[in-house]
């Protein structure tokens, strides 16, 4: 490949996990391209770069990727990992073991921090080597940062696909992403606790399980075991249906029998 061949790799300004691109090497086994291709796709990561890999393109690869067979047409393959890293501002080997080599080691998730502060401007790569050997010493060396994922040391072995499902992890998290809670998990606001505790307040008064003149800390101490439940909107509508119906019972409902 000659230098007008070189391929041009675009930078997306506004999402930083377009700007991540995933470098597999000498990858041997098909399944395991396209279980991290779906590992990928899951975290919104769709840069794929294949170094020399053994069998490639393969149906097992498709069958793997399970659907994230848009990040497996657009994989490029390279002959050599200078050609995949080409562009990149950075480059983290993701390796479980340590190595003599003039690479500064972090795990995984101070790595992907770094990595998206780089990829908010500049593309950045993470290298994951062969099944059996991982990454050779030059291959480590190519490369800016060390990182490993802190497995159990009595067992240390992790799939390559598994791995790049944790790095895309930790890459995702690090670009601010969290679960957004639905309707039925939104916590209640201010008001609508206080307005909560106020309905309570008055309907204990009412049924005579407080008494005014002797409040005794009771709705301190009430407070304080619902502050620690957090209170979610549809709880406090729950709780204030049944508050409100100690005052008004509505009465059995159609075809209930009454003892």
């Not at 957004?180 to 998990?185: G, I, K, Y």
Request: net charge neutral.
């Amino acid at each position: 490949m000659g230098p007008l061949d070189r391929p041009v790799f675009y930078v997306n300004t506004t999402d930083p996990l377009k700007n991540i691109r995933i470098v597999l090497c000498a990858t041997a086994h098909p399944g395991n391209i396209g279980a991290a291709a779906r590992a990928m796709r899951t975290m919104g990561i769709t840069d794929l770069a294949l170094v020399n890999p053994q069998r490639y393109p393969d149906p097992q690869a498709v069958w793997m990727a399970a659907g994230a067979t848009d990040v497996l047409e657009a994989a490029r393959v390279c002959v050599s990992l200078g050609e995949a890293l080409s562009g990149v501002a950075l480059a983290v080997a993701c390796s479980a073991r340590r190595r003599d080599v003039a690479v500064p080691m972090v795990d995984a998730r101070a790595a992907a921090t770094e990595a998206v502060t780089i990829a908010q401007q500049r593309p950045v790569a993470l290298v994951f080597g062969n099944e059996t050997s991982g990454l050779s010493n030059d291959e480590v060396g190519a490369c800016g940062l060390l990182a490993s994922i802190p497995v159990n040391a009595d067992f240390s072995s992790l799939n390559v696909a598994a791995a790049v499902q944790v790095f895309c992890y930790e890459l995702r998290m690090a670009c601010g992403a969290a679960l957004l809670p639905d309707r039925a998990q939104e916590l209640a606001s201010h008001e609508e606790v206080e307005a909560f505790y106020e309905h309570l307040e008055r309907t204990i008064t009412a049924t005579g399980f407080l008494n005014p003149a002797h409040p005794r800390k009771l709705m301190y101490r009430l407070r304080r075991m619902f502050a620690r439940s957090r209170l979610q909107v549809e709880e406090v509508n729950i709780l204030r249906g049944i508050l409100s119906s100690l005052i008004t019972p509505k009465g059995p409902r159609k075809g209930d029998k009454s003892d």
